[in-house]
């Protein structure tokens, strides 16, 4: 009450000062140039782009046409993906890697992390985090080939000779046996930094009175997470959720890698790198890959809105403090 | 319940946050911690609250030993200076919440929280979460939230110093009267020696990690057992002057230049031939008076019901607190008697009390 009081009585010495017209001139052009190098950033690198690709996916643009002979073919390209033998498969395949990446590491293991590793001393914690980062720091050609060396096939391979052999289980040519183990623990293992990362500095940036709140009210340690910590994340949660699922939509270089979508394991972004950029006849068809990576787009929009409505966006975005402007 | 505490010590790396604190709470007690800011409340409170693991000493609730009983098995109810309301749950869900996870039955549970809730005069707030409540109204919650899983022992980790003034007065009052009515033994943490004074049955003054004394708030004021208490209890803070004490004519005489004061034998006899010692008296144990020792006026602040005065003897300065209407003025001369029954006195190297011990 007091509050929108003192809001309106702001706002009539805001008028006292100025004059009407100035006043909404004022109003309308502020808030646009406080904006403005955000706008440009996005329109120059989203905005414009999406452009592109969108008009692209309408020609049969491609190595053999050139910039020159290409022509207009409306939705051909989206017909053909609607047809296409491949998409089903390569649909089930990219849900199954986005999501059980997702479930598993992305946002799993590094929430397990991000507890653990806030729960034990902090010199330790810090050790383990910095451990898991080195995934991601390592150069992808190598980090595979490690993988490719750990995974080769019989008799060679660290599984055949040294972890699995030993126990009985006789020598397999685990890539192709197990491709999905694989492509989900090669991506995995660096996706799970990026969480836990965050959750942990959002763990620690709980007030410790809160903290020790929970457990003299009467929490375990395991009931803390569940009553308060869990709650409290719910906005790092959301963002590495949303963040995640995006970029693994459309990441593929482990993928490319590992098996080149061999043993069942393409995904959808790989399906449109391959047709757009690395043709196997050398005819790489731009109209076609830029269609492919339109629905991608599409879906991760889709995602994304999905995600806001689960976690109660509107929720967790609190009104602006100040209402200047 | 009672409590007590044996020895019972914190250390962070080279850090003593507590140190050897030896203290005995009774049944339905209310004891405050007082001292300065940093000296090792809160690290004691939690200690209590089984948050930190002692790294000496041992802790008992009634006897039994509670050093390795989690804070969940402690039953105890505590009140944070920054509130700690749960900001994702309604003040409701916060009052039940303690409830909730020792699973008190929902009928009773809900009662309870009514009950406590028109206690404390936040039955309109329910449905509210922390975020829209004034800081007033937090600190009930808070309250509320501690009382409501009935601890066998309430801890208050200065509570009202993020309060105004007028609220911290009524805040004060109630929460001394709703400890009483409900009989629960509580510890209060304070650095505010008015709130210790005038709410706990006793005081532990702290400082350094070190428990300085442990007694009722009137002995902590009339008989200082160390000059850190003498100077931190008590607003405005007592008067120190070095003097020496002699035997002239069969009476003691507390003297430096320009300052010459006659002593009650029971008090100057156990600070004679010390050499220097420190005298201690109160600005409200001195008087401005028609004769005694001679001075001029230095500075006068009018505190409302009292000018507090600053009094130059030689190259000595007293403050005194005098009655408005004498209206003295900067540069007076006046004369100063001392209430020799109040004077206190000190050993300037142990800073001990040379009358208590
Ligand atoms: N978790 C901690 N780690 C290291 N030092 C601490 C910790 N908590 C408190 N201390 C130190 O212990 C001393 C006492 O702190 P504290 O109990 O918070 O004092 P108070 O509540 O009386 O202001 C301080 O010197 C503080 O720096
Ligand atoms: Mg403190």
Same mark, same amino acid.
């Given at each position: ?15 006292? %000062? ?205 009931? %803390? ?83 806001? %409505? ?16 | ?18 140190? #050897? ?16 800011? =940093? ?36 039953? @105890? ?25 020792? *699973? ?61 003034? *007028? ?33 706990? #049955? ?22 200082? *057992? ?47 031939? *010390? =050499?220097?010692? @420190?005298?201690? @008296? ?76």
């Amino acid at each position: 009450m007091s509050e929108s009081a003192s809001t309106a009585q702001a706002l009539e010495v805001g008028k006292a %000062r100025y004059p009407e017209e100035k006043a909404s001139l004022r109003s309308l052009l502020s808030p646009l140039l406080f904006m403005a190098p955000a706008i440009v950033l996005v329109v120059v690198f989203f905005f414009i782009p999406v452009v592109i690709v969108l008009v692209i996916s309408l020609t049969d643009m491609s190595t053999a046409t050139g910039f020159n002979n290409w022509k207009w073919v409306q939705f051909d390209n989206y017909l053909r993906i609607a047809t296409h033998p491949n998409t089903l498969p390569v649909l089930r395949n990219t849900l199954m890697y986005v999501a059980l990446t997702l479930a598993l590491f992305n946002v799993g293991m590094a929430l397990v992390i991000a507890l653990l590793t806030t729960h034990i001393p902090r010199r330790s914690g810090f050790l383990f985090r910095a451990l898991w980062l080195l995934p991601r720091l390592t150069p992808s050609v190598v980090y595979i080939m490690m993988w490719k060396y750990v995974a080769a096939d019989a008799p060679y391979g660290i599984l055949n000779q040294h972890l699995l052999g030993p126990l009985g289980i006789p020598p397999t040519n685990w890539l192709p046996a197990q491709p999905w183990i694989f492509v989900i623990l090669t991506n995995g293992f660096i996706g799970a930094s990026f969480g836990m990362v965050i959750f942990t500095s959002a763990i620690e940036s709980i007030p410790r009175d809160y903290m020790v709140a929970a457990l003299v009210d009467g929490c375990s340690l395991w009931q %803390r997470i569940r009553y308060l910590i869990l709650p409290l994340l719910r906005w790092p949660l959301l963002f590495v959720t949303t963040y995640q699922t995006l970029s693994l939509l459309t990441s593929f270089e482990q993928i490319l890698l590992l098996t080149e979508g061999q043993f069942g394991t393409e995904v959808w972004s790989l399906w449109a790198y391959q047709r757009a950029l690395s043709n196997y006849w050398g005819n790489f068809q731009w109209g076609f890959g830029a269609a492919l990576a339109a629905v991608l787009v599409l879906i991760g929009v889709v995602m994304a809105l999905v995600y806001m %409505r689960y976690f109660q966006f509107n929720q967790l975005v609190q009104e602006p403090k100040i209402e200047a402007l | 319940m009672k409590v007590k505490l044996e020895n019972l010590t914190k250390r962070w790396g080279p850090v003593y946050a507590a140190r #050897d604190i030896n203290l005995d709470i009774n049944d339905g007690e209310f004891v405050a911690f007082l001292g300065p800011s =940093g000296c090792g409340k809160t690290t004691t409170l939690l200690l209590i609250a089984g948050i930190y693991k002692p790294t000496a000493g041992r802790i008992l609730f009634d006897d039994r030993v509670m050093n390795q009983v989690p804070p969940k098995n402690r039953n @105890i109810g505590m009140v944070f200076q920054s509130y700690a309301l749960y900001p994702h749950m309604t003040v409701y869900e916060n009052l039940v919440f303690p409830m909730k996870l020792k *699973r008190v039955p929902p009928a009773e549970m809900k009662a309870r929280a009514q009950r406590v809730a028109e206690m404390l005069g936040i039955s309109q707030l329910l449905d509210r979460r922390p975020g829209q409540l004034s800081g007033g109204q937090q600190q009930r919650v808070a309250l509320g939230r501690a009382l409501t899983k009935q601890p066998d022992l309430l801890l208050f980790d200065e509570p009202l110093s993020n309060l105004d003034a *007028r609220l911290r007065l009524s805040m004060r009052a109630e929460i001394k009267r709703l400890q009483m009515d409900l009989g629960v033994t509580a510890i209060y943490v304070t650095h505010d020696q008015v709130e210790a004074m005038t709410m706990a #049955d006793r005081v532990a003054v702290m400082k350094d990690g070190r428990l300085q004394a442990y007694c009722p708030p009137n002995e902590l004021y009339d008989r200082p *057992r160390t000059l850190f208490i003498a100077g931190f209890v008590g607003n405005p803070p007592m008067n120190f002057i070095e003097v020496e004490i002699v035997l002239r004519d069969g009476v003691y005489h507390a003297q430096r230049a320009g300052f010459d004061l006659p002593l009650l034998a029971e008090r100057g006899g156990q600070a004679a031939g *010390r =050499g220097p010692v @420190i005298l201690g @008296i109160r600005p409200e144990d001195v008087m401005i008076a028609e004769e005694g020792i001679a001075g001029e006026v230095y500075v006068v602040e009018p505190l409302g019901r009292d000018d507090l005065i600053d009094v130059r003897l030689g190259d000595v300065h007293v403050h005194v607190l005098a009655d408005p209407n004498r209206r003295c003025k900067v540069g007076d001369r006046v004369h100063l008697r001392f209430n020799t029954q109040k004077i206190q006195l000190f050993d300037p190297k142990t800073e001990q009390s040379l009358l208590w011990t």
